[in-house]
C-alpha cells in the first residue's frame, strides 16, 4: 500500500525567505506525485505534479519540486516566501495502472511573519 | 470553465440526522471521487465513481454512508444516522479517464455532527 510522510506539521518563515517541505513516499514502483495547496477557506489547489521525465518540476506560484527516486523523496522549494503564501501543503501519490484514488500526507501548515 | 462544486458548504447537524452532500465535477469528467479530513488527520479516499458505476469503495467508513452518481453527473453523500465521529470536511474530485490525470477538488462541505 502506498503512504506519505509529511515530517513537518508546522513551519514558520520569515517573508522572503526560502522555503523547502519536505516529503516522503513509500510505494513499490514510481508513483505519480502531487503537491496541493488549501489557503484558508478555500478548497485544494493543485501546485505542481510529477509523471514522467525531467524530475524538477515546475509550479505555480513560483514553487518547484524534485523527484528523487533513491530517497523516495518529493519535496517542495520556493525561492522565496510571500505572505499569501501562508496556507496547509499536502503532499500525495497515486498509483500508475489507472485512474485511481490518491493518498495524502497528513498536511504542512506554513505560517509567513513579516 | 466552472471547477468542482460542492454544496453546502458548512453543515451542522445532531447526532442521529441524516445529512445529504452534494458534489458537482467539472463538466466532461467521468471520474468521481469523495474524500474525507477528520480534524487533524490525513484526507482520506472514501470511494470513486467512473460514469455512474462505483469502482472502488474501499474507504467507506461504515454503511452508514451512501453514495450515488445519478446519470453519471452529479454525486450526493449521504450520512444516515450521523454520528460524532463523522464530523470533518468532505471533499470531492473529478477528473478525466486518461491514466494519471489530475483530480481537481471542490471546496469541500464542512460537517459538524454535535
Known amino acids: 500500500a502506498q503512504s506519505v510522510t509529511q515530517p513537518d506539521i508546522h513551519i514558520t518563515v520569515s517573508e522572503g525567505a526560502s522555503l523547502e517541505l519536505r516529503c516522503n513516499y513509500s510505494y513499490g514502483a514510481t508513483p505519480y506525485l502531487f503537491w496541493y495547496v488549501q489557503s484558508p477557506g478555500q478548497g485544494l489547489q493543485l501546485l505542481l505534479k510529477?509523471?514522467?521525465?525531467?524530475?524538477l518540476v515546475q509550479g505555480i506560484k513560483g514553487f518547484e519540486a524534485e523527484f528523487k527516486r533513491s530517497q523516495s523523496s518529493f519535496n517542495l522549494r520556493k525561492p522565496s516566501v510571500h505572505w499569501s503564501d501562508a496556507a496547509e501543503y499536502f503532499c500525495?501519490?497515486?498509483?500508475?495502472?489507472?485512474?485511481?484514488?490518491?493518498?495524502f500526507g497528513i498536511g504542512t501548515k506554513l505560517q509567513v511573519i513579516p | 470553465e466552472a471547477g468542482v462544486t460542492q454544496f453546502p458548504s458548512h453543515s451542522v447537524i445532531e447526532k442521529g440526522q441524516t445529512v445529504t452532500l452534494r458534489c458537482d465535477p467539472i463538466?466532461?469528467?467521468?471520474?468521481l471521487y469523495w474524500y474525507r479530513r477528520v480534524m487533524g488527520k490525513e484526507i482520506k479516499f472514501l470511494l470513486h465513481f467512473v460514469k455512474e458505476s462505483k469502482q472502488d469503495e474501499s474507504g467507506m467508513p461504515n454503511n452508514r454512508f451512501l453514495a450515488e452518481r445519478t446519470g453519471g453527473t452529479y454525486s450526493t453523500l449521504k450520512v444516515q444516522p450521523a454520528e460524532l465521529e463523522d464530523s470533518g470536511v468532505y471533499f470531492c474530485?473529478?477528473?478525466?479517464?486518461?491514466?494519471?490525470?489530475?483530480?481537481?477538488f471542490g471546496p469541500g462541505t464542512r460537517l459538524l455532527v454535535l
Open positions: 463538466s466532461g469528467h467521468d471520474n
Open positions: 510529477y509523471f514522467s521525465g525531467d524530475t
Open positions: 500525495a501519490v497515486g498509483a500508475r495502472g489507472g485512474y485511481q484514488k490518491v493518498t
Open positions: 474530485a473529478s477528473s478525466l479517464s486518461r491514466e494519471g490525470e489530475t483530480q481537481y
